[in-house]
T-cell receptor, first 113, second 116 residues
């Protein structure tokens, strides 16, 4: 079955880089996603990567995918206090059931000034 | 996402009461979902609907029921609330997703439910 795991907590200083890691078990994942949840709000899609890609960069965000190890990471360059939030990784698989998402438990990022 | 709204935003109720959480969307999406969020457990799928006549159980449907009143509306009911249903509940929507394609979901702001 599907299982997506993340560490619970990460603390960094403002201006440093943050790296949030995620592991998944289903090798038939087609897309992997990173969502951000700010306090009191729902989840917003930050970025996604197709499973045949190794890397995707979008401004301060870099997503790395190691398909062999089933490891996904999100790097945030020059982390700001506004980046403090919970970050969820999610995977979807092509199982003829509508590409449903399975979410990790979320990593709470705290950015210290 | 402001196009996905949930009511109420907060609710405190007592064990045994019937509760309905409502979700509306103006995105024109066919697919709608209900999740619950518990600390450290991420989001777990309760029910989902791919169109008005289609309702499916998710990972944790016991104790919950849903109604898809229209394409834009999807409500979640707790027939007899119990304390372990205290959680943050999210509604989400998504558009048509081809096999193996992206399935970006758009989330409402959440309903915080406390069952005493």
């Amino acid at each position: 079955g599907e299982d997506v795991e993340q560490s619970l907590f990460l603390s960094v200083r403002e201006g440093d880089s943050s790296v949030i890691n995620c592991t998944y078990t289903d090798s038939s994942s087609t897309y992997l996603y990173w969502y951000k949840q700010e306090p009191g709000a729902g989840l917003q899609l930050l970025t996604y990567i197709f499973s045949n890609m190794d890397m995707k960069q979008d401004q301060r965000l870099t997503v790395l995918l190691n398909k062999k190890d089933k490891h996904l990471s999100l790097r945030i360059a020059d982390t700001q206090t506004g980046d403090s939030a919970i970050y969820f990784c999610a995977e979807s698989i092509d199982d003829n059931a509508g590409n449903m998402l399975t979410f990790g438990g979320g990593t709470r990022l705290m950015v210290k000034p | 996402d402001a196009d996905v709204t949930q009511t109420p935003r907060n609710r405190i109720t007592k064990t045994g009461k019937r509760i309905m959480l409502e979700c509306s969307q103006t995105k024109g999406h066919d697919r709608m979902y209900w999740y619950r969020q518990d600390p450290g457990l991420g989001l777990r799928l309760i029910y989902y609907s791919f169109d008005v006549k289609d309702i499916n159980k998710g990972e944790i449907s016991d104790g919950y029921s849903v109604s898809r009143q229209a394409q834009a509306k999807f409500s979640l009911s707790l027939e007899s609330a119990i304390p372990n249903q205290t959680a943050l509940y999210f509604c989400a929507t998504s558009g048509l997703s081809l096999a193996g394609g992206r399935n970006e979901q758009f989330f409402g702001p959440g309903t915080r439910l406390t069952v005493l």
